[in-house]
């Protein structure tokens, strides 16, 4: 993989290439957006790009880097992608190319203090050591307090990159010393193009690629067949909601409450379904994501709610998915979402 193969976010990628051309790569980097739109892959291909042993032509792979297209003088270059330094950085086994995960839920204090003896060393055989802290939103206080006396001091020949879709859940003391580059959702264009190059068939994909509100790797993650049917079960849960006994409803958000990506799962489909009434409400039938036809009921509860109340609605579901980070209760959280939305429906209809 080189960032001529990377769909997407041209103009981040031609920042990065041109800041590593000119010798000016940042020490501290944030990478964020939404979950599954190729920060991730840009940060890794970036540190092969910089540690490359056989770097190429950005513009004609045949053509040695140095010797840049006739009237083209920026010599920007990518990687190989089969070199020995490449095949280790996409292997995660080059020893100056370190990546912290979250261990279960949070990313703890001993990764970083491990860091902190590494990268006070030159890099071992590369030009350049990168670190990767993804989904660095998860450092618990004692590791984000531990990042931060390294990048108060910033090693040499060293770029740190912190990947996150929730920045605000970063301290501000680390995210001042961070060059932010906000990567925006992809298109259903560039989502149906990644999901044509592995193969998916035309009508499944492009309904893949209009749900996934922009990232592809939610859609590669997503069984077509399954898709379906966790939307008509949601489709047909919260049409009925009106009659269902509380009882029910606990019973839903046991189902969609054993992880954290359970529950953000049932909420970006809850907010499709209230996206789905606004749009009816508003006359604007054929941009439906959940139920591309809607049935008689969906179009009845949108007729009687409020715009203000599916917003208010659509606001309680992005103050639950910016609180999953606190460890709030995801059961309670889901309860209390789908008892408001029934009530409002019952003071209405």
């Known amino acids: 993989m080189s960032f001529k193969d990377i769909i997407g976010h041209e103009r981040i990628i031609q920042r990065l290439r041109t800041a590593h051309r000119e010798g000016r790569l940042g020490q501290a980097y ?20 910089a540690n490359c042993d056989s770097p190429i032509d950005a513009y004609d792979n045949s053509r040695p880097v140095g010797t840049p297209p006739a009237g083209d003088s920026r010599g920007l270059s990518d990687a190989c992608g089969d070199c020995h330094s490449c095949r280790n950085i996409q292997a995660e086994t080059h020893p100056d190319y370190v990546c912290i995960r979250p261990d279960q839920s949070q990313i703890r ?66 995210l001042s010393r961070c060059q932010r580059i906000r990567f925006p959702s992809l298109t259903t264009t560039q989502v149906l193009r990644g999901l044509k190059q592995q193969g998916g068939g035309p009508q499944q994909s492009r309904r893949l690629a209009e749900l996934c509100m922009g990232s592809l790797g939610l859609a590669l993650s997503l069984e077509p067949g399954q ?14 909601l009106n009659g269902l006994s509380p009882e029910s409803i606990v019973r839903f958000a046991q189902q969609h409450a054993q992880d954290r990506e359970t529950t953000e799962r049932a909420l970006q489909w809850i907010g499709l379904w209230l996206r789905d009434l606004l749009l009816i ?40 998915r910016t609180s999953l980070i606190r460890n709030i209760n995801r059961q309670l959280a889901l309860e209390a979402l789908l008892l408001q939305l029934r009530d409002e429906i019952r003071s209405e209809s």
Not at 36 to 49: D, F, N, Q
Not at 227 to 240: C, K, N
């Open 30 to 49: 944030l990478l964020h957006g939404m979950d599954g739109i190729g920060k991730r892959l840009i940060a890794k291909t970036l540190a092969k790009v």
């Open 109 to 174: 204090i001993g990764p970083i203090r491990d860091l902190q003896g590494t990268v006070g060393l030159r890099p071992i055989s590369g030009r350049l050591r990168f670190v990767l802290i993804d989904q660095a939103d998860r450092m618990n206080e004692e590791a984000a307090n531990a990042l931060l006396k390294i990048l108060e001091e910033p090693p040499p020949d060293t770029v740190i990159v912190l990947i996150t879709s929730r920045p605000y859940a970063i301290i501000p003391t680390v």
């Open 227 to 240: 898709l379906e049917s966790d939307l008509r079960a949601i489709d047909d849960f919260l049409t009925s």
């Open 281 to 320: 409400k508003l006359g604007h039938m054929g941009s439906l994501m959940v139920a591309q036809t809607p049935s008689p009921a969906v179009s009845a509860i949108a007729g009687f709610l409020r715009v203000e109340q599916i917003v208010a609605l659509a606001g309680r579901i992005h103050w639950i």
